[in-house]
């Protein structure tokens, strides 16, 4: 706040499965005025959301916040909410030595489901690279698209209605909870930028499809839009299944299935998900391979 002193909060908040279209702007320095609105709103049945970025300049007359009100963040963030993610999701905290500052649980059942921030070592003030921040964390967890600057997430303690739809697939309305990191890691936005996957064993092994192997089946193009289509909310073991069996089709051996397949899984070129996708292809549609020395 020291840098913008004008700086306000946005709250929107909707009833269960109706549109976020409503929003209420408040002064940063005002919390109890804030506390007061969430809890009065939340009591009365709207599920309620707080811009995750610190908003500035003339307040929109209806609707909600955008771009253009971006002031300043001081966490990069994820979120997930599938089957799955919050195990993954550990997995990759541990493998890359990161830490949490404060992880909001908006649900248990039927499953985890997470919002993480993680503590910037100076603010940002400029909307590209909070995105840019944001994206790197989204390829590494393979987390939902909700990257953007102007983002809303759903306010820690409140209540979380289950929408009719949700509750046919087995939500219910539950307490969300905050839990604070009481040693958090603090990371720069190059060090967050450079967790994003790299891409030079999977654009080694395409290559190597392309030059040595049957020509049929999807091309490296295909096979790569399917690796990335991954990353979409619900569609790993789907997309993933679908270029596994591609590149089995194609010949390819078990060691460049894996490696290609290693920067979209949590367990590496070890993924059990993947070997098994893997196994399943092979007895399916062709031979095991090795690659030739």
Same mark, same amino acid.
């Given at each position: 706040?020291?840098?913008?002193?004008?700086?306000?909060?946005?709250?929107?908040?909707?009833?269960?499965?109706?549109?976020?279209?409503?929003?209420?702007? @408040?002064?940063?320095? *005002?919390?109890?005025?804030?506390? &007061?609105?969430?809890?009065?709103? %939340? /009591? $009365?049945?709207?599920?309620?959301?707080?811009?995750?970025?610190?908003?500035?300049?003339?307040?929109?007359?209806?609707?909600?916040?955008?771009?253009?009100?971006?002031?300043?963040?001081?966490?990069?963030?994820?979120?997930?909410?599938?089957?799955?993610?919050?195990?993954?999701?550990?997995?990759?905290?541990?493998?890359?030595?990161?830490?949490?500052?404060?992880?909001?649980?908006?649900?248990?059942?039927?499953?985890?489901?997470?919002?993480?921030? @993680?503590?910037?070592? *100076?603010?940002?003030?400029?909307? &590209?690279?909070?995105?840019?921040? %944001? /994206? $790197?964390?989204?390829?590494?967890?393979?987390?939902?698209?909700?990257?953007?600057?102007?983002?809303?997430?759903?306010?820690?303690?409140?209540?979380?209605?289950?929408?009719?739809?949700?509750?046919?697939?087995?939500?219910?309305?539950?307490?969300?909870?905050?839990?604070?990191?009481?040693?958090?890691?603090?990371?720069?936005?190059?060090?967050?930028?450079?967790?994003?996957?790299?891409?030079?064993?999977?654009?080694?092994?395409?290559?190597?499809?392309?030059?040595?192997?049957?020509?049929?089946?999807?091309?490296?193009?295909?096979?790569?839009?399917?690796?990335?289509?991954?990353?979409?909310?619900?569609?790993?073991?789907?997309?993933?299944?679908?270029?596994?069996?591609?590149?089995?089709?194609?010949?390819?051996?078990?060691?460049?299935?894996?490696?290609?397949?290693?920067?979209?899984?949590?367990?590496?070129?070890?993924?059990?998900?993947?070997?098994?996708?893997?196994?399943?292809?092979?007895?399916?549609?062709?031979?095991?391979?090795?690659?030739?020395?």
């Amino acid at each position: 706040m020291h840098g913008h002193p004008d700086g306000w909060i946005e709250i929107a908040y909707a009833r269960p499965g109706e549109p976020l279209n409503k929003s209420r702007i @408040f002064p940063a320095h *005002d919390l109890k005025e804030i506390i &007061d609105f969430v809890t009065k709103v %939340n /009591a $009365a049945g709207f599920n309620v959301y707080i811009g995750a970025a610190l908003r500035q300049g003339n307040r929109p007359l209806s609707g909600r916040a955008n771009k253009s009100h971006f002031a300043a963040a001081r966490y990069a963030w994820i979120e997930y909410d599938a089957a799955g993610d919050h195990e993954r999701v550990v997995a990759i905290c541990k493998a890359q030595r990161i830490e949490p500052a404060l992880m909001v649980v908006t649900g248990n059942t039927p499953y985890k489901r997470c919002h993480l921030y @993680f503590q910037l070592a *100076d603010a940002i003030s400029n909307s &590209d690279e909070l995105k840019i921040t %944001n /994206a $790197a964390l989204k390829e590494l967890f393979g987390s939902d698209h909700v990257d953007d600057p102007a983002r809303v997430l759903r306010v820690g303690g409140t209540v979380n209605y289950a929408s009719p739809a949700k509750v046919a697939r087995g939500y219910v309305t539950e307490v969300t909870t905050v839990h604070a990191n009481r040693r958090p890691g603090i990371y720069s936005v190059e060090a967050l930028c450079a967790l994003r996957p790299r891409r030079t064993e999977l654009d080694y092994f395409l290559a190597y499809g392309e030059a040595h192997l049957p020509k049929r089946g999807r091309n490296a193009d295909e096979l790569l839009a399917l690796l990335d289509a991954s990353r979409e909310p619900h569609q790993w073991w789907n997309s993933i299944r679908s270029a596994t069996a591609s590149m089995v089709g194609k010949g390819w051996p078990e060691q460049a299935v894996m490696f290609a397949c290693a920067p979209y899984a949590a367990g590496g070129i070890y993924d059990k998900d993947v070997q098994k996708l893997y196994d399943d292809a092979v007895a399916k549609f062709g031979k095991k391979l090795e690659v030739q020395s």
